[in-house]
């Protein structure tokens, strides 16, 4: 076969592209991967936390039993292939922010302890924090060290003569019914990963994309613990050293990825409030999430162009579902397997 015919192209090397040409390498498929390395991808703005509950109701996350051991599994494996630490076990410190919510957890406590529990606090933690309504652990979390994931998975691509550093243009994109070419490249098959900018794909668009943007502050906290995450009115995550994420907001369909001063204002106010050890702001990143009103992934092939596919649509939570899903997609495009029903395109109606 020609070097520059490949079984699958992938557009896009955030998380999804990341993981679903992981699990298709696996699979013995020779894969070429096409991303323009923007700095504005939300992979690179996330903070890679995986939590297994949500809301004021403390509910277990959308298939959590399900996607957290296969996340958990896939990175421990890319971590060994790539040897890169890429996750580690980091639980939520959840302080509560009223009586309210202190009872809330209580009551979950008691009916289903799943996932939390009621650990004292190390004295330096506990002096850290203003927390007069006390606290409950979420646990197990964890935490993907997303830079080296996709720095790591990058280079190997790149050794293995698997990425292409471009932006995707449609115009050379020629989708004939056996073969995709791109430019100098044919394919047997396309997948589009290509986050928030999927809403502007000719073929995808249809898909009731609705982007969500956060920001967050990435700020010095010296002396602060950073073997947990802590969530109160903002989360302040490990990043690097003594560098932590703080964040982050949830403003639905703006697409606009600047830094904004009210965000800032907000979180230091938050900060302020809330942390006792003196701290410096020293960047503010932001970025687009790729979400959807329904909260579902838009993970499948097109009805019409067969050899053409999409990953994507995964909103706050691409670092528990993707990898799940990445394996899902693989056995669908190899194997012609069923995908999950709330995640399947077909569950829209797409028009040629
Ligand atoms: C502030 C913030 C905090 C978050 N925190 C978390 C968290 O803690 N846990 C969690 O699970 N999720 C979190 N998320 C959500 C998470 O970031 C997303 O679910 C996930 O990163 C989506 O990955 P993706 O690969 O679909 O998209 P992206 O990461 O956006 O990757 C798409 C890639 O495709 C490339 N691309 C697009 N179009 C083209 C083109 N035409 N040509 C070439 N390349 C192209 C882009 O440059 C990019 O590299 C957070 C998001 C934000 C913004």
Redesign the pocket.
Known sequence: MHSNHYDIII????????VLSSALILQGQKVLV?????N????????????PVTGRRIVKTWQIDTVMPSAVRIYQELEKKLGTRIIKQCNIINFHASEQMQKAFEDRIAEDSTYLSRQPLPNTIAAAFEAPFGHTVIDPCWL?H?ENLLHDWRQYLIEKNALLQ????FKKLDNKADQIIYDKYTANKIVF??????EDNPYFKQLPFAP?????LLVKIAGLDNSYIYKKAVSI?PWKDAVFWV??NYEWNNNNDDPSLAFKEKTTAALNEWLQLPYQVVDH??????ANIQRRPFVGMHPTFKNMGI??G?????????PYFAEQMTEHILHQTPIDNEATIDRFHILA
Do not use: H, W, Y
């Not at 096409?34 to 923007?38: H, K, M, R, T």
């Not at 471009?166 to 243009?169: G, K, Q, T």
């Not at 995964?314 to 993707?322: R, V």
């Open positions: 557009v896009g090397q955030g998380v999804c592209g990341t096409i991303d323009d390395g923007s504005k991808a939300a992979s690179k703005i996330a903070s890679g936390v995986i939590n993907i997303l471009d932006v995707f243009d990963c290509e986050g928030a900018k999927g969500n943007k956060g920001e967050a995550v964040g982050s990143i932001a970025a687009v999430r790729p990953f994507n995964m909103g706050t939570k691409g670092c528990s579902l993707a």
